[in-house]
């Protein structure tokens, strides 16, 4: 079983749409959350970086960790054709550099205008 | 901004041929890492490095090699191309201390052996 889980789609929605995008994981060791962005062609970009549960909102972007449920998710308002990419969830247990960044396999996007 | 560069983007070559991955980085980071991407797949950390002269393997079992003689350089050579190492690797970089988690990628390099 892999330790963390994600869909990977493809998720097709129409523009201005809101998008959830969810990852599971099994190691509740894990207390650092990332959601990365990858164009096609393009390595992933950072996107959002949360610490143990709780949300966090930039501009349209929301993550949210629920420890409780090992679920994280990204929701994107107002959702532009910009958006369309794949989106990859990370997590590691500590800030330290011992531990390791654990991928999901990433979600692919489709924004239609 | 983040400035790392992966050479080639995009590489053919026939079984058996020896290739360096070339990958630089400008921001003066001590983490750099390879990671291997299938389509679908989660990434697979092969190789990283937390300064000059250290290289330890990744999770991922892999017949490559990388070398950390300087800091904005960490390549990747595999001295046996097999049409198994038909993949995208990513490199990327990560800040100063264990401070920092965020790691930035290149635009990664596309291998295809025959």
């Known amino acids: 079983q892999k330790e963390v889980e994600q869909d990977p789609g493809p998720l097709s929605v129409p523009e201005g749409a809101i998008v959830s995008l969810n990852c599971t994981y099994s190691n509740s060791a894990f207390q650092y959350f990332m959601w990365y962005r990858q164009y096609s062609r393009k390595g992933p970009e950072l996107l959002m970086y949360?610490?143990s549960s709780g949300n966090k909102e930039d501009g349209r972007f929301t993550a949210q960790v629920d420890k409780s449920s090992k679920y994280i998710s990204l929701f994107i308002r107002d959702s532009q054709p910009s958006d369309s990419a794949t989106y990859l969830c990370?997590?590691?247990?500590?800030?330290?550099?011992?531990?390791?960044?654990?991928w999901g396999a990433g979600t692919k996007l489709i924004i239609k205008p | 901004e983040a400035d790392i560069y992966q050479t080639p983007r995009y590489l053919v070559i026939g079984t058996g041929k020896k290739i360096t991955l070339e990958c630089s980085q400008t921001m003066g980071h001590d983490k750099m890492y390879w990671y291997q991407q299938d389509p679908g797949m989660e990434l697979h950390l092969i190789h990283y490095?937390?300064?000059?002269?250290?290289?330890e393997k990744g999770d991922l079992s892999s017949e490559s090699t990388v070398s950390r003689i300087r800091t904005e350089h960490f390549p990747l050579t595999l001295e046996s191309a097999r049409p198994s190492h038909t993949s995208q690797y990513l490199c990327a970089s990560s800040g100063f201390g264990t401070g920092s988690s965020e790691q930035y990628f290149g635009p990664g390099t596309r291998l295809t052996v025959t």
């Open positions: 949360t610490y």
């Open positions: 490095s937390y300064g000059v002269n250290s290289t």
């Open positions: 990370a997590m590691k247990q500590a800030i330290s550099s011992n531990y390791q960044l654990i």
